[in-house]
């Protein structure tokens, strides 16, 4: 059982270069979510999708994009990433739209130099 | 501005009980949720609560008092599989989910 697949796992990446951090489910679910994780911060919220062909922003969107082109997958996108955008990130799928029961990926260790 | 408080780490001995505690302020409350997140792994959920009150779930339990903006998980019998850290959040008037930094609960034996 997938559930929630993220990759790559950890990519060391160049300041200024594009990266794409992929996220695929196979549990049907509407909701998709992409958080941060920092050392001593609480997750937050960078993008968010409701249904396929929806998109919205979270608590921290600048410097990302998303799309939404299907129900399985939620890539995020750095244009031109920057040191700050180290992190960990993770993916999370919801089972409604208002839901706070989700269910994330295993994570994408993001270090830019 | 929103805001969830939770202690940064406590310590506990094996087959005891231990309390984390959460206290929110947010703008709206559709809900708080527990989720727990070992090393290097991703979050899983754990409970929630939107009514005042206690919600048991095996060894683990949650309470939830909305006129304080407060909650607490409470661990029994405590095992070495429950060293983790435990991350409370809560959901606001826009179906939002605010997040505290999560309380890193080490076991000993």
């Known amino acids: 059982i997938a559930g929630i697949t993220q990759a790559p796992t950890s990519q060391i990446l160049a300041a200024g270069r594009r990266m794409t951090l992929r996220c695929t489910q196979d549990m049907r679910h509407n909701a998709m979510y992409w958080y941060r994780q920092d050392l001593g911060l609480g997750l937050r919220l960078i993008h968010y999708s409701n249904t396929a062909g929806t998109t919205g922003k979270g608590e921290v969107p600048d410097g990302y994009s998303v799309s939404r082109a299907n129900t399985d997958d939620f890539p995020l996108t750095l244009a031109s990433a920057v040191p700050s955008q180290t992190s960990v990130y993770f993916c999370a799928v919801g089972s409604g739209t208002n839901t706070g029961e989700l269910f994330f990926g295993e994570g994408s260790r993001l270090t830019v130099l | 501005g929103q805001n969830i408080d939770q202690p940064t780490e406590m310590t506990a001995t094996e087959g005891a009980i231990v309390q984390i505690n959460c206290t929110y302020q947010t703008s709206g409350f559709n809900g708080l949720f527990w989720y727990q997140q070992h090393a290097g792994e991703a979050p899983t959920f754990l409970s929630y609560?939107?009514l005042d009150g206690l919600e048991e779930k095996g060894r683990f339990s949650s309470f939830l008092s909305r006129s304080k903006g407060y909650s607490y998980l409470l661990l029994k019998e405590l095992q070495m599989k429950d060293s983790a850290s435990y991350l409370c959040a809560v959901m606001d008037s826009n179906y939002q989910l605010i997040w505290g930094a999560g309380t890193k609960l080490i076991i000993k034996p």
């Open positions: 609560n939107v």
